[in-house]
């Protein structure tokens, strides 16, 4: 019933949208050059001397994806991390986890201290006005955690005229779900406003092997941008912003009741100020602060019954202070300075709990029997300092060079670690019980106190040689750094139920070297944006299990060695047709010690290849979009185990038509149809994708 509602409302809408086109004329055309703020400054994309791929807002407009997760699967070097979470996917670049992938909302990190899954991206498409998705180290500009890259998500500012606004509607059918957001923006005698609000609601995914049980989620956010133009030269502003999310995740094949992960609350308020100043002298040409206080909570609930019962529950917070200032310096005719400070602070309360309920027979006579609830609070925080400096300066011979140093310190500091373990065990046998009682027993579970730093300086050097029209060369080398989170150094965890993974204080930050060579050729019909990679990471921090064999603990164990080619590309065949593709190939070697693998979990090849048309129409222009993804196997081999995990390839058809329409192309319908064939795939063994299904959306501007 609910799906029938959903689509009884899109029709509605689809058909007012449709008699509103009836006296439409003009459609939006895009022009000019993509400008991004990848290297800190706003740069076009062919001056930019790293491999870069931006989402516009044009982009987001068409899209139907529920997520951010999903509107970035398509970008070469980009995959997406499906744990059988629908609501909340990751991403990994280059082969790094998203552990290694910096997410950031307008230059500010998410930050995350205990998860086995990495930094969540807490945020409605609805909301951004572009996404920069950076492939490779930005440690010298952007810090800690960005090893495989940094993901930048801007949002909307003010608008162009007085007063603007911008509605959406969507239905997707992967899980009957609607969702809706609305912007209302401005500029006017020097100020500027936007307050913007979604929600969306989708239920359990549907496969063709059936429904995946316990994979619905919904969310709502809500955002307020307010900014005045003091004077020429300086501008200050404030920004807030909410995400409120009900998530739920399983494996597919197995019931709620045999394992089940539920986030009834993950959610993320953020409240900034900043001010910024342009064009103050004849070396400074911009100062920007920012300061910003971020929480993230999340409340999880993990059930596991097999062969026993076992409860984990969390109610994790991170509180985030944070500050920075950035200075821009024109240093003559050919030198462009960036120097800057950043600070933040991360302060975790995590109160965890488990429960677990196992009887077992042993023989005739004999039987264990436990129950026990194991409560652990634990209170830390982490601090970081970090100076930078880049610098441009253009060289003869159409050359231009870019280097730079970023020195970070990070203090760590659990002072809080403490158990409560209530219950008992007993064993039973033929002539003796032998009964172990519990009563507010600290069994050390809930891991170690103390304090740790770590300091580091990284490095990066660039080319970049535009002496033909059009075509932009570069070759990079870069490098990373990541320091530990709390969790790998401090905690104890047992989400998932196989035992108890332990914290390691002595851990040492990972470290790695990167080299690219890269280009860019843009001449109207031919669009071509092409990297080949090699990176060389050193101390992986991985999990090994202690000599039970059934808990583990964190190490610096890991080595990997990736290489690999991208390729995005596009010809404007005639006026109307213009073929492409995107294609990632990648190669990526695994050691521990004296062995190593290339059964590392990451496909060999994955693309996304079709054909566009845009022709003109009564009213609009209209558009579409025949295109397949392509994924190769993966193989996944376990030291531990010894078994090798093969999750096969798969290629999907797929087919999206828009018509844009009205005033300077104010509105849009657009309608997709998603694995056309009915093909069963996944990105992992936790659950499959969606089966053949029907996506809807229907923008407008006011």
Same mark, same amino acid.
């Given at each position: ?17 449709? $008699? ?40 987001? &407009? ?119 957001? =609305? ?22 995914? +549907? ?11 919904? =969310? ?96 994790? +917070? ?15 005719? &050919? ?19 488990? #429960? ?28 970081? #300092?970090?100076?930078? $400096? ?15 140093? +970023? ?24 002539? &003796? ?23 580091? =300086? ?16 570069? $070759? ?12 790998? +150094?401090? *905690? $104890? ?52 299990? *202690? ?28 006026? #109307? ?5 995107? *294609? ?39 558009? !579409? ?59 992992? !063994? ?17």
């Amino acid at each position: 019933m609910q799906g029938k509602h959903h689509l009884t409302l899109i029709a509605a809408l689809t058909a007012a949208a449709f $008699a509103t086109a009836a006296g439409a004329a003009e459609t939006a055309e895009k022009t000019g050059e993509v400008v991004v703020t990848a290297s800190r400054v706003a740069q076009e994309l062919e001056d930019v001397p790293m491999s870069v791929s931006v989402i516009t807002s044009d982009d987001i &407009r068409r899209s139907s994806a529920r997520t951010v997760g999903e509107l970035l699967e398509d970008i070469p070097g980009v995959q997406i991390m499906n744990d059988g979470t629908q609501g909340l996917k990751r991403l990994s670049i280059r082969g790094e986890d998203a552990f290694r992938t910096l997410v950031m909302i307008d230059g500010q990190k998410i930050s995350e201290h205990k998860s086995m899954s990495g930094a969540p991206i807490l945020i409605d498409p609805t909301e951004i006005e572009r996404i920069e998705v950076i492939k490779g180290p930005a440690s010298v500009l952007y810090g800690s955690d960005a090893i495989g890259g940094a993901v930048n998500i801007i949002t909307k500012k003010g608008g162009d005229k007085p007063f603007e606004a911008e509605a959406s509607i969507g239905y997707n059918g992967a899980g009957r779900g609607l969702s809706e957001g =609305a912007t209302i923006s401005g500029s006017t005698h020097g100020f500027h406003y936007r307050l913007n609000g979604s929600y969306e609601s989708h239920g359990d995914i +549907r496969t063709p092997y059936g429904k995946q049980e316990n994979t619905n989620f919904r =969310a709502k956010s809500g955002g307020l941008y307010l900014a005045y133009d003091i004077t020429d030269h300086w501008t200050a502003g404030l920004t807030a912003d909410t995400f409120d999310s009900s998530i739920h995740g399983g494996v597919f094949g197995m019931s709620p009741d045999a394992f089940s992960v539920d986030v009834p609350k993950w959610r993320r308020d953020k409240v900034g100020l900043f001010a910024e100043g342009k064009n103050l002298s004849k070396y400074l040409s911009r100062v920007r602060w920012d300061g910003y206080w971020q929480k993230n909570d999340k409340e999880m609930l993990n059930h596991v019954s097999q062969g026993m019962t076992m409860d984990n529950t969390a109610d994790n +917070r991170v509180k985030t202070l944070g500050t920075s200032i950035q200075m821009d310096w024109q240093l003559g005719a &050919r030198n462009f300075l960036i120097t800057g400070y950043e600070y933040s602070q991360d302060k975790l309360s995590a109160d965890t709990g488990v #429960h677990m309920v196992m009887k077992q027979p042993l023989g005739p006579g004999m039987s264990s029997d436990m129950d026990y609830t194991t409560d652990r609070v634990n209170e830390g925080k982490q601090t970081v #300092h970090a100076v930078f $400096a880049s610098m441009e300066t253009q060289l003869p011979w159409d050359l231009t060079a870019n280097y730079g140093v +970023r020195y970070t310190w990070v203090d760590s500091e659990m002072n809080t670690a403490t158990a409560s373990k209530n219950g008992y065990t007993r064993i039973t046998m033929p002539r &003796r019980t032998i009964n172990r009682e519990y009563v507010n027993v600290d069994d050390g579970s809930a891991g170690d106190t103390g304090s740790s730093d770590n300091s580091r =300086a990284v490095f990066n050097a660039g080319l970049i040689w535009k002496g033909i029209d059009n075509l932009a060369l570069r $070759a990079t080398w870069s490098q990373g750094f990541r320091a530990a989170i709390l969790q790998e +150094r401090y *905690l $104890a965890t047992s989400m998932g139920g196989q035992g108890t993974l332990y914290g390691n204080p002595d851990l040492k930050p990972e470290t790695s070297n990167n080299f690219e060579v890269g280009a860019r050729f843009n001449n109207g019909p031919v669009v071509i944006d092409a990297a080949a990679f090699y990176s060389d990471v050193k101390n992986y921090i991985t999990t090994e299990y *202690l000599a039970d064999g059934v808990n583990s603990r964190y190490v610096n164990a890991d080595k990997a060695k990736t290489r690999g080619l991208e390729l995005a590309a596009s010809w404007k065949a005639t006026e #109307h047709i213009e073929p492409y593709l995107s *294609l990632t190939w990648m190669r990526r070697q695994l050691e521990w010690g004296d062995y190593s693998t290339y059964q590392s979990g990451t496909p060999e090849f994955w693309a996304r290849y079709g054909v566009r048309t845009a022709f003109a129409v009564p009213g609009g222009t209209l558009t !579409t979009d025949l295109y397949a993804r392509s994924q190769n196997e993966t193989k996944s081999y376990s030291r531990t185990t010894g078994v090798t995990t093969r999750t096969a390839g798969f290629t999907t058809a797929n087919f999206a038509v828009g018509y844009q329409f009205g005033k300077q192309g104010a509105y849009q319908l657009s309608a997709e149809v998603i694995n056309i064939f009915n093909k069963g795939y996944r990105y992992n !063994t936790s659950t499959w994708e969606a089966e053949r299904h029907l996506n809807l959306k229907l923008t407008a501007k006011f």
